[in-house]
Every structure is written in structure tokens, then in C-alpha cells.
């Protein structure tokens, strides 16, 4: 079991950059699977990157490739989002997310944080 706890949101002018970071807690959290989704108002909630267990590899959705990278760091227990670039199209709310499968579907993931508020003014 894991528990992950997203913070780094605000709010940021369009052409910014912000990093969010998903603390988890948990002996096993080089067993998941760590990902990010996003839900704007009205919308559902979008798979955005999911990072390997060891952080050598990640896939990102093909709206944000170029603008968005995720890391993680295992000694701390930590992922992260790095979002640069930043569009008034991006204001949502940014989930981690973890599960022993790697997957790109929201409802798939076992284990959520509470999000994070990221808000891009035009």
C-alpha cells in the first residue's frame, strides 16, 4: 500500500513553468508504478505521464510531449512533474497516481493523492 500526497500547484502566467511533486509513503514504493493525471472543470480526469518503477523510462499522453517531464527519485519517496511552457489550456486539477501496472487509463490506478490546483492565466 501506498499513500501520496501531490504539492507544488498555484497559479502561473501562461508561458511559465511550475514542478509538482507527489510525496509517497509506503516500504514498497519501488513496486508501482507513479503517474500523473489531470482534471479540468467539467472534464475528465486525463492520464498525462506515468514513470517507470526505477525512473529509467516514461510515457507521456501526445498533448503534453515536449512541455511536460516526469522523474522520480526513490531515496525520497518522491515523483515529479515538471511542466514548462505552461497554457491556459492546462489549468486543472494534477493527480498522482500509483499502481503495479503501468497503465494510461485513470480508473486503473489503485492508489490516488488529493491533487493539486494548477491555474494558468492568459
Known amino acids: 500500500q501506498v499513500q501520496l500526497v501531490e504539492s507544488g500547484g498555484g497559479l502561473v502566467q501562461a508561458g511559465g513553468s511550475l514542478r509538482l511533486s507527489c510525496a509517497a509513503s509506503g516500504r514498497t514504493f519501488t513496486a508501482y508504478y507513479v503517474a500523473w493525471l489531470r482534471q479540468a472543470p467539467g472534464k475528465e480526469r486525463d492520464f498525462v505521464t506515468v514513470?517507470?518503477?526505477?525512473?529509467?523510462?516514461?510515457v507521456a499522453a501526445d498533448s503534453v510531449k515536449g512541455r511536460f517531464t516526469t522523474s522520480r527519485d526513490n531515496a525520497r519517496n518522491m515523483v515529479y512533474l515538471q511542466i514548462d511552457s505552461l497554457k491556459p489550456e492546462d489549468t486543472a486539477v494534477y493527480y498522482c497516481?500509483?499502481?503495479?501496472?503501468?497503465?494510461?487509463?485513470?480508473?486503473?490506478?489503485?492508489?490516488w493523492g488529493q491533487g493539486t490546483q494548477v491555474t494558468v492565466s492568459s
Open positions: 497516481a500509483a499502481d503495479l501496472r503501468r497503465n494510461t487509463k485513470a480508473a486503473l490506478y489503485e492508489y
Open positions: 514513470i517507470s518503477r526505477s525512473g529509467d523510462t516514461a
